[in-house]
């Protein structure tokens, strides 16, 4: 009998073997969360404040520095521009961060892009604009650009050994740790960086000035810097509003903020404002759409129309003003409610040897001329050394002279070439450099004439040599050298202010000028689709039939005043706050505002009650078809913010049933649906509900129910017709309530 083929089984999964095992398979390895932050976190957030967020003291930030280095050795300091794209592609040799982000580097460092008071990059093509959020850059390949002028001072002395260098990232080549600026770029230029836990916020001043307070604070330690510093200058200009207090703490303590307004003029023939400078905090859009939030609610009504006219010219923003306004009060208004006035913060942190520190204006000069001071002694060094050499090898040409025909007689009897220089030491008595030096000269250059040229050097030198040593040993020399740098840069490189200072306030810029909304009776109206009308009793007596959307039907109406308070209830438990003001005045013959658009309320979102208040008293009460009864404070809607939108304004835990707004304590009727044709009615005096703070509260339960019982709808009690109120009044909750008889039924009264 043949043997039964057994069927092999193969395993779902690979099986490693029987004398495999996997070391700790199914343990929880527990790591004190100590060791994650060191090993981990530490490592990156040191890597981002050191190599990245934060300028240094030569005022430049990683990325800066390589791009600017790239440019410098692409020769694009004294050649012609070249694509943007091979300056992003060269980059990438020392930055291999992406070429968008090198690119947008460049852009920022471009004069055209208007985004630094001393630019370092001569920009050619649709390079954008700092003020604005909208007019985007052009792609890499299609603009050009190089390095401008002042760069000069920026690598000057960079192959006179001023700064170290260091490997690139991959170890090909080298890039300099800092650049040996002649001028304090750090104060020169805006500066922005946000670290890990810390951040940096510098602001720039007028170069001429800066120059100046430096020279200032190397001559006198204790200068009053306030009195050549007056305050910072940006590129975009604007008004800077003076606070001696607030400039006294930037210039000491690197801290502070700086009130920029912007600069405008009132065209009295086109009856229109023209802004040509904004504080460099804001772009014009951002102004543009704050402008327009404020006449849409109804706070600006002077404006008629605005535009942007920006040109190749610069800036204008234009407002056109209604007939018979008042700029001035106008743009009062603006500088309070809009970006048109803004303030710089000032967070002076940055680099110095490696640690972040936070330094003034004061302490940050101080510290550069530190830097710029070793700079100059190692330029001044690497100078000597190179004098001295070629004095050295000038002294052997020199010992030659007396006898250029033995020289020439060494050289021809040498049997072996590697024997001449060790014959000309022997036989002139110089070193082997010197030697060596010699040896190198052409044939046609051993006669006298020329060797009697190069040593005429040698008392030149010699006299060049004593002064760098004496430089070296004097620092009031290295001082004035840096001083005269300085002037020089002052004087070749140096601006007018392109900010003015308001030294003087005039009284109405310190307390906030608000128009006065005029406050007269008006009737409100509330339709159930989520119309709104506000009509003055004048209008309301001439008018006839309310107009309304077919099956729409008011559902709420009071009388009130212009300055009422408003708060729309909506379907996503959200509250939206407005004035009656912000609605215009309208007639019963027109179908009023729709409030969700007016408002601006999300997809899908719609009004559902309207609570009227002048002061915020009384409550709110949201039943729900659960039982329950939430009763909040109205109270607690008030800002002091004056938020237009309030989140968690009821519970969404459970279906709404009814909303009511209640002055004072009244007696209410809840009707409950508790079967097919069944009701029940349940009359309760409001106090007899608690009382809840927190707006989302779930609330109480108010109603026993029954399975698949309702509250169906809730009203005051007033009005109802009942042949025995108290068959349906409880004096305790929660409570179930009666049902409603077939006489106590009336049209008012259906579910």
Not at 60 to 76: D, Q, V
Not at 121 to 127: A, E, I, L, Q, T
Not at 250 to 261: A, T
Not at 644 to 667: F, I
Request: charged residues 25%; glycine residues 6%.
């Amino acid at each position: 009998m043949a043997k039964r083929r057994e069927k092999k089984v193969i395993p779902a999964r690979p099986q490693l073997g029987d004398n495999v095992e996997i070391l700790s398979a199914g343990e929880v390895i527990e790591t004190p969360i100590t060791d994650t932050l060191e090993t981990n976190y530490m490592p990156y957030a040191m890597s981002v404040i050191v190599s990245r967020a934060l300028p240094e003291i030569d005022g430049f930030k990683p990325a800066h520095r390589k791009l600017l280095y790239t440019m410098y050795g692409m020769g694009l300091l004294k050649g012609g521009r070249t694509k943007s794209a091979n300056i992003v592609g060269a980059t990438m040799r020392l930055n291999p961060h992406g070429d968008a982000a090198i690119y947008d580097t460049m852009v920022r460092m471009g004069r055209s892009n208007e985004s630094l008071l001393v630019p370092y990059v001569d920009s050619k093509g649709n390079f954008g604009k700092a003020y604005s959020r909208d007019m985007a850059y052009a792609a890499a390949r299609y603009t050009e650009a190089k390095l401008e002028p002042v760069c000069e001072e920026i690598f000057g002395d960079i192959d006179k050994d001023t700064v170290d260098f260091v490997a690139n990232y991959d170890g090909t080549t080298t890039e300099p740790t800092l650049l040996p600026v002649t001028f304090p770029t750090i104060l020169a230029n805006n500066t922005l960086g946000i670290a890990v836990g810390m951040a940096s916020n510098i602001c720039s001043f007028n170069l001429t000035e800066l120059c100046n307070a430096t020279i200032a604070l190397m001559k006198d330690p204790d200068a009053d810097l306030m009195q050549i510093l007056p305050a910072p200058d940006f590129v975009g200009g604007g008004t800077i509003l003076y606070d001696a207090a607030e400039m006294r703490n930037v210039l000491e303590n690197g801290r502070g903020s700086v009130r920029v307004r912007a600069v405008w003029q009132y065209d009295k023939t086109n009856n229109c404002i023209d802004i040509t400078r904004i504080p460099p905090t804001t772009t014009v859009e951002a102004v543009m759409d704050k402008i327009t939030e404020l006449v849409k609610a109804g706070k600006i009504r002077e404006i008629s129309d605005m535009r942007d006219e920006t040109d190749l010219n610069g800036l204008k923003l234009t407002i056109d003003l209604k007939r018979g306004q008042d700029p001035d009060k106008l743009m009062a208004r603006l500088f309070k409610a809009t970006p048109l006035e803004d303030s710089f913060a000032c967070n002076f942190n940055l680099l110095i040897g490696g640690q972040p520190r936070v330094l003034g204006v004061r302490g940050i000069l101080t510290e550069w001329i530190a830097f710029r001071t070793e700079c100059v002694r190692r330029r001044t060094y690497h100078d000597l050394q190179g004098k001295q050499k070629r004095l050295h090898l000038l002294r052997g040409l020199e010992a030659i002279l007396l006898d250029i025909d033995k020289a020439i007689r060494i050289v021809r009897e040498t049997a072996e070439e590697a024997e001449v220089v060790p014959n000309l030491m022997i036989g002139f008595g110089i070193d082997e450099v010197q030697a060596e030096y010699v040896a190198e000269i052409k044939l046609r250059h051993l006669n006298r004439e020329y060797i009697l040229k190069r040593t005429d050097e040698i008392e030149a030198l010699e006299k060049e040599i004593a002064d760098l040593e004496d430089i070296l040993s004097r620092p009031a020399r290295v001082r004035r050298i840096i001083m005269e740098e300085l002037g020089a840069v002052a004087k070749k490189y140096g601006k007018p202010r392109r900010c003015e200072i308001l030294y003087d306030l005039p009284d109405d810029t310190a307390d906030e000028v608000e128009a006065e909304t005029p406050d007269y009776p008006v009737h409100l109206f509330f339709t159930k689709e989520g119309y709104f009308k506000k009509i003055t009793p004048q209008s309301l007596r001439m008018s006839g039939e309310q107009k309304l959307k077919d099956g729409d039907e008011i559902a709420y109406t009071c009388e009130a005043t212009n300055n009422t308070e408003l708060l729309f209830f909506t379907n996503h438990a959200q509250v939206y706050k407005t004035r009656a003001a912000e609605f215009g005045d309208t007639k019963a013959s027109v179908l009023g505002d729709y409030v969700a658009t007016t408002l601006g309320m999300e997809d899908g979102e719609f009004p559902l009650f309207m609570a009227v208040t002048a002061d915020y008293s009384g409550h709110m009460l949201f039943f729900f078809q659960n039982g329950k009864c939430a009763k909040v404070p109205l109270a607690s809607y008030q800002t002091k913010q004056n938020r237009r939108k309030l989140l968690k304004a009821y519970s969404d835990k459970a279906e709404l049933a009814a909303m009511l707004q209640m002055g004072e304590e009244a007696e209410l009727a809840i009707f409950i649906a508790a079967g097919p044709a069944t009701t029940r009615l349940l009359l309760v005096g409001s106090a007899l509900i608690p009382e809840k703070t927190t707006r989302d509260t779930a609330g109480v339960n108010v109603v026993n129910l029954k399975k698949n019982a309702r509250i169906a709808k809730v009203r005051p009690a007033a009005g109802l017709e009942l042949a025995d109120e108290h068959r349906y009044r409880v004096r305790t909750l929660p409570a179930a309530g009666a049902l409603l008889k077939q006489s106590d039924a009336a049209e008012q009264m259906s579910l």
